[in-house]
């Protein structure tokens, strides 16, 4: 983990800053600096499930990043799809008959009053009835929600995903790991419906897959759902819609933005954390960002280049060695030159 520049000076140990610096396919680069300790002493052992919530707050953060990277370097308005895969009442029945008669009974315990955590009516019947043709003031309060989540302060996040995790946590007590063994057998059908789009379409597809089940505004639990970010060059929509047999399906094409950072957001926002489990998953054959490191000489701020449109910028302070930020440069020729870069087509540099 970083330090700061007081717990080295406090620990008497020799630092030195390092920059770290990640240039996406799109454009989009990221600069994060940090503290390293020359002992620095090997790492405890964990035990299993024992996470502090700032630990559970640091991987949240690494997987929201990791997830925007991943965004960044494969999908465009062009070739990206958004699928959303939800079930109706013969679809989430299929699942549901594939557990335990013990885990049936807590589940349908769950999902029987109405405006309960894990309640199934709590999911708008336009969802339900496979209608996902969004009105113009849809999109915009959608659109303002995403950016109001960027712009929460750091007290307003954990405050308010500590308060989600603790009514998960109470209602996963009282009804044991059903809800978990619900949620594994969704995935399961999701992996079948992404097994026979491949086998039915033949070429190669990328993907990010997400499966979500808590409302991304209050943080209870809701129907499981999947999220995820698709790409195969000549795809028939038809193909997506017959193979997927548990219900409803919506697809839309990713809007021309220079960072997917808020899509990742969105996405992450809404999957409930799972101990020692990761949030998302990917195909083979991911694209990641070009990545640089150096040693820097002196503590000062990260500055963007000129012109740059700054996305995101963390507060400098002296006392904190850590800062991060993320911009997209101006000029089309560098952007040029990043991405030849990053292909390592270095004779196409202007």
């Known amino acids: 983990m970083a330090m700061t520049g007081e717990e080295c000076e406090r620990e008497g140990r020799n630092m030195k800053i390092m920059e770290r610096k990640y240039i996406s396919k799109n454009g989009v680069v990221e600069r994060t600096r940090y503290a390293v300790g020359d002992n620095a002493q090997p790492r405890r052992g964990k035990r299993r499930g024992n996470t502090s919530f700032r630990k559970q707050e640091q991987n949240f953060n690494s997987a929201l990043r990791r997830v925007a990277r991943i965004l960044n370097c494969n999908f465009d308005h062009e070739n990206g799809l958004l699928i959303t895969l939800d079930y109706d009442e013969r679809g989430l029945a299929k699942i549901i008959a594939g557990l335990s008669e013990e885990d049936r009974k807590q589940i349908e315990e769950m999902r029987a009053p109405v405006g309960e955590i894990g309640t199934w009516k709590a999911v708008p019947a336009k969802a339900r009835q496979g209608r996902y043709a969004m009105q113009d003031e849809e999109v915009h309060t959608r659109d ?29 007590e009282e009804n044991g790991d059903a809800w978990n063994r619900l949620r594994e057998a969704a995935e399961k059908q999701m992996s079948l419906w992404m097994r026979r789009v491949k086998r039915k379409f033949g070429g190669k597809i990328k993907a990010l897959m997400i499966t979500s089940d808590i409302d991304h505004e209050t943080g209870e639990l809701v129907r499981a759902h999947h999220h995820i970010v698709f790409e195969a060059e000549g795809i028939s929509w038809d193909l997506l819609r017959k193979e997927w047999k548990n219900g409803c399906m919506d697809i839309k094409q990713i809007r021309a933005q220079p960072d997917y950072t808020p899509i990742a957001t969105y996405l992450m926002r809404q999957v409930r954390r799972q101990p020692d489990k990761k949030k998302y998953r990917v195909t083979q054959g991911m694209e990641m960002p070009k990545i640089e490191e150096r040693v820097i000489l002196s503590h000062s701020e990260i500055r963007a280049p000129a012109g740059a449109n700054v996305l995101e910028r963390s507060e400098f302070s002296v006392e904190s060695i850590g800062q991060y930020i993320r911009y997209v440069p101006k000029k089309r020729e560098y952007r040029r030159k990043r991405t030849a870069e990053w292909k390592g087509d270095t004779d196409k540099i202007p």
Not at 149 to 171: F, H, S
């Open 144 to 172: 303002c929600h995403v950016a109001a989540l960027l712009a929460m302060t750091k007290e307003e996040v954990l405050a308010r995903d500590q308060n989600g995790e603790e009514r998960i946590e109470k209602k996963e």
